[in-house]
């Protein structure tokens, strides 16, 4: 009997320390989150399906520049930037219905006015209406990005220019070369009773002509390559 109880004891002393240890790595890894949602730069929030954030981490106030306060109070709609904000209904509300997004992008409207862009990953909503969002700020890579957009724009207006200029050299200008290469072909000024000096400077006109035919075939050589 007395082992019997010593057992029973045993047992007992042992569930309390699995129930204590289970108790202390909870804990610790409520801390551990804790901790990482506090520290963490990028944007972590929990959003519910009633459009209200229900928490933000402090990263998400220093981007936009409003106090925790705010951005649970206010619906999350007011810190959307208008053009976006039809599609990010459609993403959330996709969410709410158990689609999670891997990647969505919008922009926030800070407290000065200003846009930032926002790479979202968010999770599809539990049974009590949560919604666990994970946003990077993207607005550095966005501007190099519309740079980029812009840049190419000019290349392709610079583009036309060149074909531009390219079709005036080969209409306006390289005609009436060919023009004047052709009487040269048909001038027999070699045997023609003319002056050492004329021949001279006649052989001068039709060199150049023929350099200059030569840099303009190049000219639009190139404009067509670009």
Avoid at 37 to 64: C, E, H, W
Avoid at 106 to 123: E, F, H, Q
Wanted: glycine share 4%.
């Amino acid at each position: 009997k007395d082992n019997e109880s010593d057992y029973q004891f045993l047992n007992l002393v042992e569930r309390v320390i699995d129930h204590l240890t289970a108790e202390i790595v909870r804990k610790k890894l409520e801390l551990d989150l804790a901790q990482i949602f506090r520290q963490a730069p990028d944007i972590i929030a929990i959003a519910g399906t009633d459009g209200y954030f229900k928490k933000v981490n402090p990263a998400m106030s220093l981007l936009l520049g409003y106090t925790e306060q705010d951005l649970l109070e206010r619906n999350m709609i007011s810190f959307i930037h208008p053009d976006d904000v039809d599609s990010t209904l459609e993403a959330f509300s996709g969410a709410a219905e158990g689609k999670p997004l891997e990647y969505f992008e919008n922009r926030l409207l800070t407290r000065a006015g200003d846009s930032i862009w926002l790479a979202w990953t968010v999770s599809s909503a539990t049974e009590n209406g949560l919604i666990f969002c994970v946003a990077k700020d993207t607005t550095e890579r966005k501007h190099s990005e519309q740079e980029l957009i812009s840049l190419n724009k000019k290349l392709e207006g610079q583009n036309a220019q060149l074909r531009d200029i390219s079709w005036v050299q080969s209409h306006m200008v390289r005609a009436p070369l060919a023009n004047i290469l052709g009487l040269f072909a048909l001038l027999d000024y070699e045997g023609a009773h003319l002056s050492v000096e004329t021949k001279n400077t006649l052989l001068m006109i039709k060199k150049s002509a023929c350099e200059l035919d030569n840099v303009i075939a190049k000219i639009t050589d190139l404009s067509k390559v670009s």
